[in-house]
């Protein structure tokens, strides 16, 4: 039998932690909640920078080396852009070419977010590999959970990696 | 009830204005089409770039900084490549390397795409931030939409984000 | 009529050689295919490096051009990181870390794949332009097909785009 398939949920990917990406994802998870759509987020890899507590560079992690990794990677108020970076110019650049235009900022976007219920998750395998823990992530990261059960909890929802 | 799931339809969100990765989405959206599959792009941010009227560099925009934003990213003619890019030159080789295959280029591909019916819009809100108009996309680009709307149209079709 | 829309399959488009975003994509892969989905890997261009036989530079290829642009391309132990990738450092430090807290590293994943029967394909256009063979790749790589087959298999499938 052939039915129209419709899908009413979006599960995003969020693997990129490049400022411009994240953009995208925000808007496309707002855009969708705001006509309904039951919205996941699953922030894994370098996307995790976006959901760190302290913003700006800091060494989480137990070992040495993963203290490192996370001082290299940043935070929120560190992310590149994916082209064009000129080490960290653009992205501010792109912001005030937001404002000037009334675009909601990254940090707009986030907030509209959680106010319209899109769900936030973080990826348990990336969380173990970078030694991050719950208390590293910002209020609003509903849950930790693993790559299968987010696989399986999207089986009837579109799946967008970014 | 449980019945096979079919989508005849496939949207490409072009966000990356990468040759190579250009190259991608434009293969996939004539292979579609070519198979009767009913096919959108959606070109934002980087993506946009593939759509200027003007090949090459160009200051579009009213603020100087999105003047200066635009010349930067250039157009259809200055396209890096995502990796390998040696200031511009890796795309020259590839095309080299196509030509000499027999493999169609971006830009026959690109009229393959229009001929097949494959439908390409604008994402109004990249629009917005980098200070394009219409009038400074090629012909061809149907439409200018939102991405609820975008996402709103395709709830029964793949959604494919390069 | 509407119905519950279920996708039991899916195909991923692995484009990026980068170490990281095929560590996510196999991931991925073993995790649906762990809980019984049925998953196919498409690898494309950048992607392929991850297939060739030779896991060093090598130079396939007929031509000069192909030769030079393999050899740049390099394998399985030359991928870069998406970012801060520190001239080829950077992987290196991940696998540390992903031994350190035992957590699979590529290789062992991309066996895991193999061993619970992800398919995996190489891409026609991409071999073609590149001048590899089938030699050229490892065992294990089931067949080198055309965008257009993949996709119409692909029609009741999940795609990523990666």
Not at 33 to 41: D, E, I, L
Not at 122 to 149: K, N, S
Request: glycine share 8%; with cysteine.
């Amino acid at each position: 039998m052939k039915t129209e398939t419709m899908h009413e949920k979006l599960s995003i990917v969020c693997f990129s932690g490049d400022y411009d990406k994240l953009l995208a994802a925000f808007t496309m998870a707002t855009g969708a909640a705001a006509t309904n759509r039951q919205v996941t987020m699953f922030f894994t890899f370098w996307g995790l920078n976006a959901l760190k507590r302290k913003h700006g560079r800091s060494a989480l992690g137990r070992t040495p080396l993963a203290r490192l990794f996370n001082w290299l990677m940043g935070g929120l108020s560190n992310l590149p852009l994916s082209r064009l970076n000129f080490a960290g110019l653009s992205p501010r650049l792109m912001e005030g070419m937001m404002r000037k235009n009334n675009v909601a900022t990254l940090q707009e976007l986030m907030q509209a977010a959680r106010e319209l219920g899109v769900r936030m998750v973080a990826c348990e395998m990336a969380m173990h590999i970078l030694e991050l823990e719950r208390g590293d992530l910002m209020d609003g990261v509903e849950d930790i959970v693993g790559v299968a059960t987010f696989l399986n909890e999207s089986r009837d929802a579109h799946i967008i990696f970014i």
